[in-house]
């Protein structure tokens, strides 16, 4: 039976992704891609090789593989993902200026999107990693006006906090201390 094989082939994948083999667990998920391309798998099996480039820390070759199905699977289930592993790979690849593009780009074209806290977050990170304090302020305070119901509320504003007291700015951490507690 085809389906089977196809399975089969798509199973020796994720097996050889879960023993950690990143490198032969891209080229089979990429093998397998061009190999049945009207598959249903296709979709997982494009998703799974950039993952596994970037769980082998190339995420240079994680994001390539990540913008070529954003190019190429327009309507994926996986668009979301793909976009935050986009914005994820650049910021493990600590290209901060991008990666916050790429969490920016993911929160306006998925805004109903789970990830979006995350990418919220990433967002932050790389305001704080980039030394920009005003812009971590404006991605707690939009998320917090966007969310007001998000777990991830408190986390932001902390790091806010914190980043104002590391920085000086008692004042401005007290009132940001207060805002939390206020939640």
């Known amino acids: 039976n085809q389906s089977s094989t196809i399975r089969a082939s798509y199973q020796q994948a994720i097996a050889v992704l879960k023993q950690e083999r990143f490198e032969t667990a891209f080229d089979l998920f990429t093998r397998f891609t061009m190999a049945h391309p009207s598959s249903d798998l296709l979709d997982d099996a494009t998703y799974m090789a950039g993952w596994a480039k970037f769980q082998g820390g190339d995420f240079e ?30 910021y493990n690849w600590r ?37 920009d304090v005003n812009r971590a302020v404006q991605v707690a305070d939009r998320f917090a ?14 790091r806010v906090a914190d980043l104002l007291y590391n920085n000086g700015d008692y004042l401005e951490a007290s009132k940001a201390y207060k805002r939390l507690i206020d939640q």
């Open 61 to 90: 070759g994680a994001i390539e593989a990540y913008e070529k199905m954003a190019s190429s699977q327009m309507d994926s289930e996986y668009l979301d993902r793909v976009a935050y592993g986009i914005a994820d790979g650049y």
């Open 95 to 131: 290209q901060y200026v991008e990666a916050g593009n790429a969490y920016e780009r993911l929160v306006k074209k998925f805004p109903d999107s789970p990830l979006v806290g995350d990418a919220m977050s990433g967002l932050q990170w790389c305001a704080i990693q980039t030394g």
């Open 145 to 158: 006006i966007e969310n007001p119901e998000s777990p991830l509320i408190d986390n932001l504003l902390m």
